[in-house]
């Protein structure tokens, strides 16, 4: 029996990481992620009635509240909570969104000390929800209100994921073109819009970047961005993406009883594929509704890119 591991010749480090890129240590809240070492898992509570995926099962505040403490126990380091569905549906009033999200932000706060992040496009909704305890605010619009970002920049600590958006918010969208082509325009606006942030009074080193899979592009855009999001990480903040179970990877691996992609209920394993490759590209956050699963795949990804050791290595040793 060998007493040592065999000595073999370093592997080139598989995950693409640049020189600036935004992958570091970062404080949201009472933690501190460490983004070099490992990617965090952002958990998906949806305090809607009418969600494409959980069909308002986390509506009512005592679900959202335990759901998210079960989305923490299979190893979520940040849980996001959103009042208003992201597509099309019913108006919902600023009032509404505010009893949504902020009397989930205190319950949730109350119990656990996992960062909570809050999907949304007004700077009122926002401002109440920081003061209540959030240290995330999660805007899909492509700052719509550019207002949200005075708000982020006025709490102490707090921190602002700003999108592509591609369009109006909560709409479909409708042969989309992007010229030159989807990726680059995608990485000037993230551009553009972090350098609003920081104009509104936004630490530079407070900023996340989102590529906005779905949102205003078709399935191509979607894959396409996926392929070159090391050029989104080139920007030199860490890179959000929000894969779980949306329509691109439905019509990646079809079999939808139309002819048509896939439901939302069978996306599972392409949520996972598509969330592994992304760790290898430069993602440095996975925003996603099935937190145990990803948690394994991820932490597979980030072994095999030379980001982690394995959690045991005993095989062939003793």
């Known amino acids: 029996m060998p007493s040592s591991a ?30 070099d070492h490992q990617v965090a898992v952002m958990a998906i509570v949806n305090r809607t009635p009418d969600s494409f995926f959980d069909r308002g099962r986390t509506f009512s505040l005592d679900a959202a ?29 600023e009032h509404e969104e505010r009893e949504r999200i902020v009397p989930f932000v205190e319950a949730f706060t109350a119990r656990c000390d996992i960062p909570v992040s809050v999907d949304t496009f007004r700077a009122t909704v926002a401002r109440d929800a920081l003061a209540a305890g959030a240290c995330l605010i999660n805007d899909v619009s492509g700052m719509a ?75 191509l855009h979607s894959v396409e961005l996926t392929r070159r999001l090391p050029e989104l990480a080139e920007l030199g903040h860490p890179v959000l993406v929000a894969l779980s179970r949306k329509d691109f990877l439905g ?14 209920d069978q996306r599972l394993e392409a949520s996972l594929a598509c969330a592994a490759v992304s760790v290898l590209l430069g993602a440095n956050i996975v925003r996603v509704h099935d937190t145990a699963a990803t948690v394994r795949a991820v932490r597979v990804a980030e072994v095999v890119a030379g980001m982690r050791a394995p959690a045991v290595s005993l095989r062939g040793l003793e």
């Not at 640049?18 to 970062?26: E, I, L, N, Q």
């Not at 019509?251 to 939302?264: L, N, S």
């Open 65 to 93: 509240v335990e759901h998210a403490l079960a989305q923490v126990e299979a190893g979520a380091d940040i849980v996001d909570v959103g009042g208003v569905k992201a597509g099309p549906g019913a108006h919902v009033s």
């Open 251 to 264: 019509e990646i691996i079809g079999g939808g009883p139309d002819g048509d992609g896939a439901p939302p």
């Open 145 to 219: 209100q550019p207002e949200i970002a005075e708000v982020v920049a006025a709490s102490p600590g707090a921190a602002l994921v700003v999108m592509h958006a591609g369009g109006a918010v909560r709409t479909r969208p409708f042969r989309p073109t992007y010229l030159p082509d989807v990726t680059t325009v995608v990485v000037d606006t993230c551009r553009r819009l972090a350098e609003r942030a920081v104009q509104l009074g936004v630490p530079r080193d407070r900023i996340i970047v989102d590529p906005g899979h779905d949102f205003g592009k078709n399935t």
């Open 6 to 35: 065999p000595s073999t010749p370093p592997s080139p480090q598989l995950r693409i990481d640049h020189a600036g890129t935004g992958a570091r240590a970062f404080r949201l809240g009472r933690r501190t992620l460490r983004l």
